[in-house]
């Protein structure tokens, strides 16, 4: 099989912007810590109220841990607990969050806090809020007739 | 050679069956659309719709219609014609079969969309567990893809008549590149037949009470990855195999263009974690791999990116052109054959490269569930591969009904293509944009509460419902061809083009043709990427979801 010479040097050309890009995501995921969200633990649907910390949902100050608040959410159709939150500016902060019934999607417009809630599993990302104003968080994963209907408000305040 | 390969015109009792897959597309085409225009009009906040129907229902019939139904008949349709036409006359047997597969499929789909309108089914196309619809909705996707099973087998049984009279030779382009993609969708569709059988019937059925969602999910992706390649992979035969006749140059290379189909089939299956990068359960060294995995598949674009251009430039050197790009100028721009799948072609670099910044692992948390989701895929497979679809229908229908392509409506063709690119333009532009600012897709219109980002974004909708009436146009204009070329242009012979190699003393190495070695490196791939995971989301699995139907009856 013959292979023009312009296309081999295309396809090196090509394969090698692959192997760069590649590169520079897998190091900033395993090297940098900024790897997607993927929370392995699990919790029962049925049970969410009942078990920390989804207990007490809302914002939780933390000590000994590499981050200072926990945010914790509980998303149902078609509604986020707690509904609005202040976050001091400039908190290192661990969003926490699960379902109760469907999959819900849960994410901060204007930031990088975007991950599906599944039922029967946590999901978790840790975050700064290093910008101060008003957020608002979107169920972006259709849920039923309420989805679009379905947001949380967080407040990043001095 | 067997007299039958040399025939240049599809036998008219496969023509029928061809015909009548696209007949159900347009259909699906013409409903589908009207939904679209809908959605968009509701999102832009200056519409309601009327008589209790809801969005979510209209989404589904929108999704269902497009992604699904269109797409698999018209590609059955057209696989089935240029399996025909390039290794020669289906048997009597192998057309039984294929129209049972019809008949399956169209049940099927009515099945679904009765449920989808009595408000039983309001899931989406995707019917991510545990929204539960009626258990006859999901039978009915089953018999789509049974249906498209059978449709499948009897190209199959066409191109293995053909290597057996045909010895050591390998297959004809075409014919081998149908199979490929049946193959492809053959392996792919075990997935989400696995969970509509095992789990989401069953389930719907009462049989048991619960589902595990991740699994269900995990299933439904390794399917729904090498879906968009099937759609992708019919225009890619038509690029490659069919568009070269057209312009009246080569097929660059007809072993590279076979080498492209097999990393297609390759690398399209086991890549689904990257529709799951932000799901908790799945471990982040797999999505990674996956990822990986995904962006092998680019190879063969590059591959058939070059080789289009070569043909390009060197029929218009051919032409006495010169320069850079003075080729570009002598291209028939006049020919809506060529100029519509073209569109589509230039319409699939910035696609692409879409695709590439939605599979980037955890830069997938940038755009996830936005509406710049939408807004790529409208530009993958609602332009490159539809545009190119349209393109097939301008000289195949009328190559099946005994007609010709007017000059009139060759000149309507070509307006449709710029009609649909401009609509394309805003639509797909505004949701790109949309998305970036956060705006979620596959929702109604909200002002979430008067909150200010979400206010941002609706000048972004309005541009939307712009877009989507000038695309609805389009597909005024697309149904008025296709209704003309199907029943009232005059008859006459229009012909089924067939790219020829530019070297033909170059035969196509044999090992391409060894099913065993790549359907067997397929399986090593899926079980590679899959099998670890899949133990461990059964080992660790939560307790199981029960249904929920979260959205209203009439």
């Given at each position: 099989m013959h292979i023009h010479k312009f296309e081999k040097i295309w396809l090196i050309f090509g394969v090698g912007a692959l192997v760069v890009f590649l590169s520079v995501v897998g190091v900033s995921a395993f090297y940098l810590g900024n790897?997607?969200?993927?929370?392995l633990t699990t919790i029962d649907p049925k049970k969410v109220d009942t078990e920390a910390p989804f207990d007490k949902p809302g914002l939780n100050k933390v000590e000994?841990?590499?981050?200072?608040y926990e945010l914790v959410y509980v998303a149902s159709a078609f509604l986020y607990n707690p509904g609005e939150v202040e976050v001091p500016l400039g908190a290192k902060v661990k969003v926490i969050a699960t379902t109760k019934d469907v999959v819900h999607g849960f994410q901060v417009a204007g930031t990088n806090i975007n991950m599906m809630l599944e039922p029967g599993y946590v999901n978790e990302i840790v975050t700064t809020f290093d910008k101060e104003g008003e957020y608002l968080v979107v169920c972006n994963e259709y849920c039923g007739t309420g989805h679009h209907l379905m947001s949380s408000k967080i407040k990043v305040v001095k | 050679m067997s007299s039958q390969t040399t025939k240049l015109k599809v036998d008219p009792r496969d023509g029928k069956l061809a015909m009548a897959h696209f007949y159900v597309a347009f259909i699906a085409l013409a409903l589908g659309g009207l939904m679209g225009l809908l959605q968009t009009l509701v999102r832009s906040g200056k519409f309601e719709l009327p008589w209790g129907i809801d969005y979510y229902q209209i989404l589904t019939v929108h999704g269902v219609l497009m992604g699904l139904v269109l797409t698999t008949f018209f590609i059955m349709g057209f696989q089935y014609a240029a399996v025909s036409r390039t290794a020669g006359t289906h048997s009597p047997a192998a057309r039984r079969i294929a129209w049972i597969g019809f008949w399956v499929m169209t049940l099927g789909t009515v099945m679904a969309a009765t449920m989808v309108l009595l408000k039983e089914?309001?899931?989406?196309?995707?019917?991510?567990?545990?929204l539960k619809a009626h258990w006859i909705f999901y039978l009915g996707l089953t018999f789509v893809i049974v249906g498209s099973w059978l449709d499948g087998a009897a190209q199959i049984m066409t191109y293995a008549r053909w290597r057996k009279e045909n010895p050591g030779k390998p297959s004809p382009l075409l014919s081998f590149m149908a199979i490929i993609n049946t193959v492809m969708w053959i392996v792919a569709t075990l997935g989400v037949a696995s969970t509509v059988l095992f789990q989401l019937l069953p389930w719907s059925l009462g049989i048991?009470?619960?589902?595990d969602v991740l699994i269900s999910r995990t299933l439904f992706w390794y399917f729904g990855h090498p879906l968009v390649y099937f759609w992708l992979l019919p225009a890619y035969m038509c690029w490659y195999a069919i568009i070269p006749k057209i312009i009246g140059g080569?097929?660059?290379?007809d072993s590279l263009a076979r080498l492209s189909f097999i990393l297609f089939l390759l690398f399209s299956?086991?890549?689904?974690f990257h529709h799951q990068l932000?799901?908790?359960?799945?471990?982040p060294a797999w999505k990674f791999l996956q990822v990986v995995l995904t962006f092998m598949v680019i190879v063969p674009s590059l591959m058939t990116a070059f080789s289009l251009f070569a043909t390009f430039e060197r029929y218009g050197r051919s032409k006495g052109a010169t320069g850079l790009f003075g080729w570009f100028k002598v291209l028939?721009?006049?020919d809506a054959r060529f100029t519509v799948p073209f569109i589509g072609m230039a319409s699939f670099i910035p696609a692409g490269a879409g695709g590439i910044i939605n599979a980037s692992n955890q830069m997938n948390q940038v755009v996830h569930n936005t509406i710049w989701v939408t807004g790529h895929f409208h530009l993958t497979a609602a332009t490159s591969v539809v545009l190119t679809f349209f393109g097939i229908s301008y000289w195949l229908v009328p190559h099946l009904t005994g007609r010709k392509l007017t000059k009139a409506m060759n000149k309507l063709a070509i307006i449709q293509g710029w009609v649909w690119f401009i609509g394309m333009v805003f639509m797909s532009g505004a949701m790109h944009f949309q998305g970036l600012l956060g705006g979620p897709r596959r929702?109604?219109?909200?002002?979430y509460g008067d909150s200010a980002q979400a206010l941002e974004w609706i000048p972004y909708q309005i541009a939307q419902a712009v877009g989507g009436s000038i695309l609805f146009l389009g597909i005024i204009l697309i149904l008025i061809i296709f209704v003309n070329l199907a029943?009232?242009?005059?008859?006459g012979e229009e012909e089924f083009p067939v790219g020829e190699a530019?070297?033909?003393?170059?035969k196509a190495p044999?090992?391409?043709?060894?099913w065993k070695l790549w359907l067997g490196i397929t399986a090593l791939l899926i079980l590679f990427a899959y099998t670890i995971p899949f133990i461990d989301m059964i080992q660790n699995a939560p307790p199981g979801s029960e249904g929920f139907k979260t959205w209203g009856s009439w």
């Open positions: 790897k997607p969200p993927s929370c000994g841990k590499e981050w200072d | 089914a309001s899931v989406l196309y995707t019917f991510y567990a545990p048991v009470d619960t589902v080569k097929i660059f290379s299956i086991p890549v689904g932000t799901e908790p359960g799945i471990d028939p721009w006049k929702s109604a219109f909200s002002t029943f009232f242009a005059p008859k530019e070297n033909l003393e170059e044999m090992i391409f043709e060894n």
